[in-house]
């Protein structure tokens, strides 16, 4: 498949389930560098590997933006009410 029919191919897609570290930021409202520091501090989920490929699942990442706290020290909801270590338990 040439780059420009997978080009077509995704931007005639609505969703996608897998994110690079720039999209997954963008999706987010993040900078990269920003988005980094949270994947790095376990806020945000750590990437699957397809070969040496770096890949964000959108659901990880939509249920990591649901347990950030909110403004004025209100806990997020979901997995942080839960206590949750890390994205570990997601294997």
């Known amino acids: 498949m040439s780059s420009r029919s997978k080009v077509a191919i995704a931007a ?4 996608r389930r897998g994110l690079d570290e720039n999209e997954a930021a ?3 409202s993040f900078s990269p560098s920003f988005f ?3 994947v790095g501090e376990r806020l945000m989920p750590r990437p699957r590997l ?3 490929r770096r890949i964000w699942d959108v659901e ?12 004025e020290g209100e806990q ?3 997995l942080a009410e839960r206590k949750l270590d890390s994205w570990e338990d997601f294997k």
């Open 50 to 52: 397809a070969g040496a």
């Open 12 to 15: 005639r897609l609505n969703v």
């Open 26 to 28: 963008v999706y987010l």
């Open 60 to 71: 990880e990442l939509d249920l990591a933006f649901k347990c950030l706290p909110r403004e």
């Open 36 to 38: 980094r520091k949270l």
């Open 76 to 78: 997020g909801s979901g």
